[in-house]
């Protein structure tokens, strides 16, 4: 069943729970002199990615306000905040590559049918909305230099911190289709 449409939903600016903001950048390496090899994947990944934040964000707001909207009329409720309008990629020579911005409203509880809703301890106002604000930033440098551009970029962002720079790349080690999570230098997480 397909959600209504926006603007049939009766308020879009408070949520049934509280809403945190978050910031983050993502960066997209690869070898820019060469785009159509595995190992430039992660330029590939981000431009997509505007597009399903923006969907994401519509779908979940329309969800959050027919919550509200079944809310009684005395039930507490929280200011949703207002997503940032997405910037297309676009050339920014200061980088060295290009930067986008885009907002999505993610929801930090657990999915409907998770164990973790079967608890006795779960609490559903324990888990806020997250609105995360998204630069993404492809370099358009060769793939030895890339930090280069990455810490250019970041520096037009003092407000995020190094924690806040998701790096997307290849791992040619890896089995094609495979997702790793490193933070740091430590050792990576494999999902399959």
């Not at 590939?44 to 919550?67: F, N, Q, T």
Request: proline content about 8%.
């Amino acid at each position: 069943m397909m959600p209504p449409p926006l603007f049939s939903v009766a308020d879009m600016r408070v949520a049934d729970r509280h809403v945190v903001r978050k910031a983050a950048m993502l960066v997209g390496l690869g070898n820019y002199s060469h785009p159509t090899t595995r190992h430039s994947i992660g330029q590939y990944c981000l431009s997509p990615l505007i597009h399903r934040a923006e969907a994401h964000d519509a779908a979940l707001r329309a969800e959050v306000a027919r919550r509200v909207a079944r809310l009684s009329p005395d039930a507490q409720t929280f200011e949703l905040p207002v997503p940032a309008a997405t910037e297309p990629f676009r050339p920014v020579a200061a980088s060295k590559g290009w930067l986008a911005r885009v907002s999505v409203l993610l929801d930090a509880a657990p999915p409907k049918g998770d164990a973790a809703r079967r608890s006795p301890h779960f609490r559903m106002h324990a888990y806020p909305y997250v609105l995360y604000d998204l630069v993404l930033y492809i370099p358009r440098m060769l793939m030895n230099v890339n930090g280069k551009g990455v810490a250019a970029a970041r520096a037009l962002y003092p407000e995020l911190a190094v924690s806040d720079t998701l790096l997307v790349h290849d791992e040619l080690q890896r089995a094609f289709g495979k997702v790793s999570f490193k933070h740091g230098g430590k050792r990576a997480t494999s999902l399959g």
